[in-house]
C-alpha cells in the first residue's frame, strides 16, 4: 500500500517509515499537516497515518478533509501520544479507523494497517 505518514517529530517518522517499509509498504512523508493535504491532492494514497498535534493543519482536522474530500474512502490511523479515552473516542467519531499511543509498538501497527490491504 502507499501510506501517507503525517508527524512532526522526525523520530517518530523514521520509525513509523522503517516499521512500514519492512511490511512491504511504499511511505510518503509529511511534516505538518498542510503538507499532508497537499500529498493527499497530488498523490494515490490508500492510508494515511497521521500526529493529532502539528503544525498548521491538525490531525483531527486531516481526518475531517480525508472523510469529506475522496469519495473513496481512505483510512485514517491517528498515532498520538494523548491516551485520553474522550480524544480516541472523538477520533473514531469524526472517522478514523483507528487509535494508537506512543510509543506504538511494530507489530500492533502492522496489524492495524494490514487488516486495510485491498484484499482484506
Do not use: W
Not at 480525508?66 to 474522550?86: A, G, Q
Amino acid at each position: 500500500m502507499k501510506i501517507l505518514v503525517c508527524e512532526d517529530n522526525l523520530l517518530t517518522l523514521r520509525a513509523l517509515e522503517f516499521s512500514l517499509k519492512k511490511e512491504g509498504h511504499e511511505v510518503i512523508k509529511a511534516v505538518d499537516g498542510d503538507q499532508g493535504v497537499r500529498l493527499l491532492d497530488e498523490q494515490k494514497i490508500d492510508l494515511v497515518i497521521t500526529d493529532i498535534n502539528m503544525p498548521f493543519t491538525k490531525g483531527l482536522e486531516l481526518v475531517r478533509y480525508v472523510n469529506t474530500k475522496f469519495e473513496k474512502k481512505i483510512p485514517v490511523i491517528i498515532i498520538s501520544s494523548i491516551t485520553l479515552k474522550e480524544t480516541k473516542d472523538h477520533a473514531l467519531e469524526l472517522g478514523a479507523k483507528g487509535y494508537l499511543t506512543k510509543p506504538f509498538d511494530p507489530h500492533v501497527l502492522a496489524n492495524m494497517v494490514n487488516s486495510f490491504t485491498p484484499e482484506n
